[in-house]
Nanobody, 122 residues
Framework: VQLQASGGGLVQAGGSLGLSCRISRRTFTFISYAMGWFRQPPGKEREFVSAIAGSAGNTYYTDSVKGRFTISRDNAKNTVYLQMNSLKPEDTAVYYC??????????????WGQGTLVTVSS
């Protein structure tokens, strides 16, 4: 299963950026899996950012991005999105999409995509 993430880049603090991640495998039952995003800031551990359940579409966020980031999915396109608004320098990280299962309000990943770098300048 291949997850293809895109949309990273350089943005000024306070700006917005959108990420997308598409699963390319045709036999993958996209709606059966929760999707989500993790990030790894420079020199730090990878951390959970947000997840969205499969069919019900319940969403989950880490506290630091609540009210600023919005996760969504298009099951017809096998794609998950992360809209990031009011970006802060501390949001700078490599962002990874993943698919898996929501457990305890976070995503337990089964598959990972490649990372996409988001840099927020002050």
């Amino acid at each position: 299963v291949q997850l293809q993430a895109s949309g990273g880049g350089l943005v000024q603090a306070g700006g917005s950026l959108g990420l997308s991640c598409r699963i390319s495998r045709r036999t993958f039952t996209f709606i059966s899996y929760a999707m989500g995003w993790f990030r790894q800031p420079p020199g730090k551990e990878r951390e959970f950012v947000s997840a969205i359940a499969g069919s019900a579409g319940n969403t989950y966020y880490t506290d630091s991005v609540k009210g600023r980031f919005t996760i969504s999915r298009d099951n017809a396109k096998n794609t998950v999105y992360l809209q990031m608004n009011s970006l802060k320098p501390e949001d700078t990280a490599v962002y990874y999409c993943a698919s898996g299962t929501v457990i305890g309000g976070t995503l337990s990943p089964t598959y990972w995509g490649q990372g996409t770098l988001v840099t927020v300048s002050s």
